[in-house]
């Protein structure tokens, strides 16, 4: 993912730092620790600002797209067009979100909950009678359900199929159901997202959301992956999840970027802190990348979290997982999760409540 230049102005500022003498004694830099947290904090807020503006006007447009109602609702043959275009909004929405998910889950917790979590933690609640409807399952994992309704793996059925409330996902049968779709289910997500936006503008961000919101999006990448072995995992309709968990280190690595300048004035802890961040991005990165598609690599049959063989530890799914799970683990030194926060700490950023 590229990285906006304006993200990239705190850096310019530590060059600049460098190359200019310092005002009064040899221990002064330029900038005070306040100053560059506050352009640390506002270059954040200015991408994440840019990414809900991006989730806003996708989900807008998968609401548009969606086919007018008609007897015989649609499915992905007969409205193949449509449901294309619907599938790709959907993809830039969540590309969009998962590049903020770690301060939005943090802001805006309420909102959080209603455009993204799953099916099976909607459902613990109550029944969902009514998989179209702007009540019960919403946002974009009730939407990914429909468009994908044709497609979910079997590991996925076997999982949900399972649970209490469970109700086989399906596209819209009649024109009730095709109306509910557009103008119930899509337009919540839509409007949770514009609220967001609009909220989200005057908002005063701080370091502690900005910064270490993104070590939380970091910790959580073994449960993405842990998931998977069991079909819970996070976009399992469109077997996206891959995708998911490269927008968030794309993500990780710009809002490390923003702090950066920061880091590096904190003599040679801040250097070494700096080193062993991107060393750890860069891992993850490099693992992500190597991978073909958007899906997470088959687990191995008889896989187990706890308990997996060298044999399945070998395989695909189990390097990539013994990867992740390494640097999640904010106990153990050299991981990217407990760099980032010993940066956080060297910084006197405080923990999240």
């Not at 989900?59 to 043959?77: C, F, I, M, N, Y």
């Not at 044709?150 to 049968?173: C, W």
Request: with cysteine; net charge negative.
């Amino acid at each position: 993912m590229h990285i906006p230049a304006r993200l990239r102005f705190g850096l310019a500022i530590a060059a600049a730092a460098l190359s200019l003498p310092a005002c009064g004694s040899d221990n002064e830099t330029l900038l005070t620790d306040a100053e560059y947290e506050r352009q640390a904090v506002r270059d954040v807020k200015v991408f994440i600002q840019g990414n809900i503006d991006q989730f806003a006007a996708a989900t807008a447009a998968l609401q548009a797209a969606a086919p007018a109602p008609d007897a015989d609702g649609w499915s992905a043959t007969s409205d193949k067009e449509a449901v294309d275009a619907m599938k790709a909004e959907w993809k830039k929405a969540r590309q969009a979100y998962e590049s903020v998910e770690g301060a939005i889950a943090v802001v805006f917790p309420d909102l959080d909950y209603s455009t993204d979590a799953r099916y099976d933690a909607f459902i613990e609640v109550e029944a969902d009678e009514d998989l179209f409807d702007d009540e019960g399952v919403t946002g974009v994992h009730a939407i990914e359900r429909i468009l994908w309704a044709d497609a979910i793996p079997e590991s996925v059925v076997a999982f949900e199929s399972a649970l209490t409330n469970y109700r086989e996902a399906a596209f819209p049968a009649n024109e009730a159901e095709a109306a509910s779709f557009k103008d119930e289910l899509c337009a919540r997500l839509a409007a949770d997202a514009a609220k967001m936006k609009a909220d989200f503008g005057p908002l005063g961000l701080d370091a502690p959301s900005a910064y270490r919101g993104v070590i939380a999006s970091i910790a959580e990448q073994v449960e993405k992956t842990s998931k998977a072995a069991t079909g819970e995992e996070e976009s399992r309709y469109a077997q996206y999840t891959l995708a998911d968990m490269r927008a968030n280190v794309a993500a990780g690595v710009a809002t490390y970027e923003a702090f950066q300048p920061w880091i590096l004035t904190k003599g040679a802890e801040g250097a070494e802190a700096d080193e062993a961040v991107l060393t750890g991005f860069d891992r993850l990165r490099s693992a992500y990348d190597g991978i073909d598609g958007d899906a997470l690599p088959t687990r191995p049959e008889g896989w187990s979290d706890a308990e997996p063989t060298a044999e399945q530890l070998a395989t695909p799914f189990g390097e990539l997982f013994s990867l992740v799970e390494h640097e999640s683990d904010d106990t153990t030194p050299g991981s990217l999760a407990y760099e980032m926060t010993r940066s956080a700490d060297l910084l006197g950023i405080k923990a999240l409540p």
